[in-house]
Nanobody, 123 residues
């Protein structure tokens, strides 16, 4: 059974930065595609960034140039560095991982999810 855990959420003022961390047990992140999603109240879950060894990284237009995804294989972690945060980035952020080919941003494609971490950006 795969367990996915996110950490690093919190409250920050607009223009600030946060770094989210995702880990999984067992150590599968080096083999799987790992994607960060977010969901704001009343909105659909949105894929915002994705990483997989040997493939390009992906970003949603809404975060391109402000967010950066990275991995530490030795630590079995995937990070999402979020900078220049805006009020509209406020959401619950989820890490999901799956042995996945094709489109990366459909939440229905992922079976392994973390519980989510709240990010609140005040203007």
């Amino acid at each position: 059974q795969v367990e996915v855990v996110e950490s690093g959420g919190g409250s920050v003022q607009a223009g600030g930065s946060l770094r989210l961390s995702c880990s999984a047990s067992p150590d599968i992140l080096v083999y799987y595609r790992t994607t960060w999603f977010r969901q704001a109240p009343g909105k659909e879950r949105e894929g915002i960034s994705s990483i997989r060894v040997g493939y390009n990284d992906y970003y949603a237009d809404s975060v391109k140039g402000r967010f950066s995804i990275s991995r530490d294989n030795a630590e079995n972690k995937v990070y999402l560095q979020m900078s220049s945060l805006k009020a509209e980035d406020t959401a619950t952020y989820y890490c999901a991982t799956e042995f996945l080919n094709g489109r990366w941003d459909g939440p229905e494609k992922y079976t392994h999810w973390g519980q989510g971490t709240q990010v609140t950006v005040s203007s």
